[in-house]
């Protein structure tokens, strides 16, 4: 998802109070940006926000990042912030490939990964969000019973993260290739692509995993 033309996002990020502009800086430290022991739950590519809103109005005592690698779609979550009180979530603008300069050993509990740009092109596969590489730099911090959890409508990335897991020897929890009609929906927090997916009539697949 990139929002051409957003005038200004450039601008309204640098000004905004809930982007952390400078985020290696707290690597291991952002239990003070908070100012609580809540633990810290990311989301790696949150798109408009719609998520990671929702899930920090339902979840007050837990804290989340939304990580986002365009200001065009960025600015487009600040918005949506600024509707609602919230004092649990902040934003960083970052591509993730960088993600292990930002946060330090076990300071994260969970990982979303929703709706993640599939790179079909074999030789794009390291850039996806599930493969065994960006499982490794998860590894470096994410607490030890912390889990990642990834949906997708896309069942040939679904495919692929699920041999990833196996080669980075990770733990699959569970796994579904039709979250809306399973017994595993209940608390399920849409996102904007899952909506529009599931208004398609697309199922949408789902997997639980941990190291
Ligand atoms: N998660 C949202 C949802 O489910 O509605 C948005 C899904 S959209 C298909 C994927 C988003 O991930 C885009 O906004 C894209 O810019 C962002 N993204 C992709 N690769 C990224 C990366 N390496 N680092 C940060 N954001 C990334």
Not at 54 to 60: E, T, V
Not at 86 to 115: G, H, P, S
Not at 122 to 141: G, M, P, V
């Amino acid at each position: 998802m990139r929002l051409r033309n957003v005038k200004g996002s450039r601008e309204k990020i640098a000004d905004n109070q809930f982007v952390i502009h400078n985020p290696e800086e707290y690597k291991g430290l952002w239990k003070q940006v908070f100012k609580n022991d809540n633990p810290l739950h990311i989301e790696i590519g949150m798109g408009k926000g719609q998520f990671i809103i929702k899930m920090a109005l339902n979840n007050p005592h837990i804290n989340f990042i939304g990580i986002e690698k365009y200001s065009s779609v960025l600015v487009r979550a600040i918005e949506k912030r600024e509707e609602v009180e919230l004092n649990n979530l902040f934003f960083i603008r970052m591509d993730a490939e960088d993600i292990n300069n930002v946060f330090d050993k076990n300071e994260v509990a969970q990982i979303y990964l929703n709706f993640s740009d599939p790179w079909p092109k074999e030789r794009h596969a390291k850039r996806r969000l599930t493969s065994h590489q960006f499982l490794a730099k998860y590894n470096q911090f994410l607490e030890q019973k912390g889990k990642v959890i990834f949906k997708t409508d896309n069942k040939e990335l679904f495919e692929f993260s699920l041999e990833e897991v196996s080669v980075a020897q990770w733990i699959l929890e569970s796994k579904t290739f039709d979250l809306h009609h399973s017994d595993e929906q209940e608390g399920n927090v849409m996102t904007e692509y899952e909506q529009k997916f599931s208004e398609e009539g697309k199922p949408i697949c789902r997997m639980i995993i941990h190291r």
